[in-house]
C-alpha cells in the first residue's frame, strides 16, 4: 500500500524555536509538495520539489525553507517559528505526469506558543 | 496564474438525493488537469475523480461525476445518491502542464448529507 508519512501528528513549539517537519514517501515519487490548511482558505502550496535537491517556492514561501536531500523526504523547515505558522501541514507526492494524482500524509497540526 | 474558486463555503442536501458542487478555475495554459478530493473529519485527503482539459467526456467513477464545461472554465463536482458518509469538505485542484507542477487547491465546500 502507498504510503505518505509524516513524523508527528501534533506538535506545539513556541515562538523563535527552529522546527522541522518531516515527510517520507515509498512510492519513488519524483514531485513532493508541503502545504499548509487553514479555515476558509483551503491549502496552500508552500514549496514543492520535482527531483532531489531540487526546490521551487509555492504561494506562501515566506518563514519557511525545505529540504531534499533523497528522493523519499522532504523536508519544512521553520527557521523562527511564529504565531502565524500555528496551522495543519500536509506533506504530498507524485509522479511527474499531469493527470498524476497527489497522494497526502496524515498532516501535521502545528501549535506555535 | 492558476486561480480556483469554489463559491459554496457550506451545503446541505438529504440523503439519496444529487448535488452539486461549484468550481471555476483559470488558467492561460490550454493543457491542464482538474481535481476533486474529499476531506472528511478525519482530516485524510482521498482522490476522488481527475478531468484532463483535452479530455473528450466527461470524467465519472461510481457516484461522483465531473461535470466540464471548458468554455465556460467550469469543473462542477456531482455526487448522485447522497450518503450520509460523503458528509466532508471538497476541495477542487488543477494543475497546469506547463506551468508549475504543483496542485493549486479551492477554498473548499463543506457538505452535510441529513438523514
Known amino acids: 500500500d502507498v504510503k505518505v508519512t509524516q513524523s508527528s501528528r501534533y506538535l506545539v513549539k513556541r515562538t523563535g524555536e527552529k522546527v522541522f517537519l518531516e515527510c517520507v514517501q515509498d512510492?519513488?515519487?519524483?514531485?513532493m509538495f508541503w502545504y499548509r490548511q487553514d479555515p476558509g482558505l483551503g491549502l496552500r502550496l508552500i514549496y514543492f520539489s520535482y527531483d532531489v535537491k531540487m526546490k521551487e517556492k509555492g504561494d506562501i514561501p515566506e518563514g519557511y525553507s525545505v529540504s531534499r536531500e533523497k528522493k523519499e523526504r522532504f523536508s519544512l523547515i521553520l527557521e523562527s517559528a511564529s504565531t502565524n505558522q500555528t496551522s495543519m501541514y500536509l506533506c504530498?507526492?507524485?509522479?511527474?505526469?499531469?493527470?498524476?494524482?497527489?497522494?497526502f500524509g496524515s498532516g501535521t497540526q502545528l501549535s506555535v506558543l | 496564474a492558476q486561480k480556483i474558486t469554489q463559491t459554496q463555503p457550506g451545503m446541505f442536501v438529504q440523503e439519496k438525493e444529487a448535488v452539486t458542487l461549484d468550481c471555476t478555475y483559470d488558467t492561460s495554459d490550454p493543457s491542464y488537469g482538474l481535481f476533486w478530493y474529499k476531506q472528511p473529519s478525519s482530516g485524510e485527503m482521498i482522490f476522488l475523480i481527475y478531468q484532463g482539459s483535452y479530455d473528450q467526456q466527461n470524467a465519472t467513477e461510481g457516484r461522483y461525476s465531473l461535470n466540464f464545461q471548458k468554455a465556460r472554465k467550469s469543473a462542477n463536482l456531482v455526487i448522485s445518491a447522497s450518503q450520509l458518509g460523503d458528509s466532508a469538505m471538497y476541495f477542487c485542484?488543477?494543475?497546469?502542464?506547463?506551468?508549475?507542477?504543483?496542485?493549486?487547491f479551492g477554498s473548499g465546500t463543506r457538505l452535510q448529507v441529513q438523514p
Open positions: 504530498a507526492s507524485s509522479l511527474a505526469e499531469i493527470r498524476e494524482k497527489l497522494f
Open positions: 512510492m519513488d515519487h519524483e514531485n
Open positions: 485542484a488543477m494543475r497546469e502542464n506547463t506551468g508549475r507542477r504543483a496542485l493549486t
